[in-house]
């Protein structure tokens, strides 16, 4: 069974820095990708980030974009998530997610999205 587990969530100021770890377990066949999304109150979880297993394509959302970078070891079976100067805005729950499969799953073309419990990030203005 795929786990995921984040940590580095916490609350910062205005203008600070966090970084964001997951560290996935158990046995997968295939990753197709993992990202980072988030959930505020009241509003819908939304991609902020993601990266291909190879680590060769990135893609951001536009809100993030030049403040926050997704990394990926994939030796350490983690993906990261540096975030600089952050805003009250990204306050959320942050969720690390994988697009993965096992050798049945990966055969026929379907891919399953896993999820961590989610890791909370306040910024105080």
């Known amino acids: 069974q795929v786990k995921l587990v984040e940590s580095g969530g916490g609350l910062v100021q205005a203008g600070g820095s966090l970084r964001l770890s997951c560290v996935r377990s158990g046995s997968i066949f295939a990753i197709n990708s993992m990202g980072w999304y988030r959930q505020a109150p009241g509003k819908q979880r939304e991609l902020v980030a993601s990266i291909t297993s190879r680590g060769d394509s990135t893609n951001y959302a536009d809100s993030v974009k030049g403040r926050f970078t997704i990394s990926r070891d994939n030796a350490q079976k983690a993906v990261y998530l540096e975030m600089n100067n952050l805003k009250p805005e990204d306050t959320a729950v942050y969720y690390c997610?994988?697009?993965?499969?096992?050798?049945?799953?990966?055969?026929?073309?379907?891919?399953?999205?896993?999820w961590g419990p989610g890791t909370q990030v306040t910024v105080s203005s």
């Open positions: 997610n994988t697009k993965a499969a096992q050798f049945r799953d990966y055969t026929r073309g379907n891919w399953s999205d896993y």
